[in-house]
């Protein structure tokens, strides 16, 4: 098979839109085209029941009922309405009162999408933990059972993470929350549709989750929000035509959620394959880099990982330069949202990576549409251009020589 360059190893930023989604989607643009809302006409009729099919769908990749499904514009809009909320909703005082308002529960190395909220509500009167994860990027239901307070009102604790794969503990973490009628949301958006998800025993109240990353499209997502033991309740952040039971108002993305509802339908069906295979992908991606390089690190725990993310030091190179000397391949240095800038991501610094080696981490992130083929000329390329790279590097030169660069005290000058 002959490979077609670049080729693209960026799927946890987002993914190709499966071509079975894109042919699911396509009379809705045209032929099915009314809006789910007209209760008075067929037009109206059949467009609902694209969308309640979508509903189905989703609802059954996550062991919900269809209820619980809400429809958004993403997980950015998902995680925004679970954290708001949810915050505002179980507020222990009014705005303005000057009192605490409720203690909320994250983690410093969420996405930008949960950090983001959840600063904005410390500005409202709600006070906010963030916990530091282990040196193996996990957040446990011990730390989080630590930083418990009887005002806490809400935990919000991805399901994985975006920039190094790991795995936290979210059933025990659920489990706690419903001990103590605390309110469990996770951001579930690089966890669904990869791994097997049930929000009855996996003890999620809210889900966050994205077309986009499940070779759906994107501008859609999904909010899953549970009714029963507890029955979650939400103030709204939008309001209007009331549409999705009164907390999402505005005419449905007819086109893009039966689009996400294929998307999860595929994903049901061929998950236990695509992540033996992916997980086969990126033991051989990381076995060969490790094999074929001094002076690299994976980071991230070695097992409690999705199976589709590999995030690697390369001592002595910097991140940005060997993405330009490898541009055949797309990947990623930090966050796609962070990549703009130049300090090293935040995700890598709150695991405890020095400065030097955050900014010589570059994500590879595997998906449905990659083959073997791509993962070989990935070992060739990222090898040779990492030894490439550090002949040039006098840091290089001296850490082969035996000095210990960590030691030297460096002339101002
Ligand atoms: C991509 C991503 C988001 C944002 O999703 P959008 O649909 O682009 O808004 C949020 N959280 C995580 C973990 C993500 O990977």
Redesign the pocket.
Known sequence: MTLTKPIYFDN???TKCDPRVVEAMLPYFTEIYGNPGSRNHSFGWVAEDGVETARRQVADLLGADRKEIIFT???????NLAIKGAASMYAKHPAGSGKCRGHIITAMH?????LDPCKRLQKEGFEVTYLEPGADGLITAKMVEDAMRDDTILVTI?W???EIGTINEIPQIGALCHDRGVIFHT????WVGKMPTDVNTDNVDLL?M????LYGP????ALYVRRRRPRVRLTAIQEGGGQERGMRSGTLNVTGIVGLGKACEIASQEMDSERERLLSLRTKLESGITAGLSDVQVNGHAEKRLPHISNISYGFVEGESLMMACKDIAMSSG??CTSASLEPSYVLKALGVGDDLAHSSLRMSLGRFNTEEEVDFAIEQVIKSVNKLRELSPLYDMHKEGIDITKIEWQAH
Do not use: I, L, P
Request: aromatic share 0%; charged share 20%.
């Open positions: 946890a930023a987002t514009s993403g997980a950015t809009e998902s995680n969420e996405h930008k999408a949960t991805m994985a993470n975006n951001d579930g958006t690089q966050s994205s077309g986009h990353k994107k501008g859609v997502g966050s796609a």
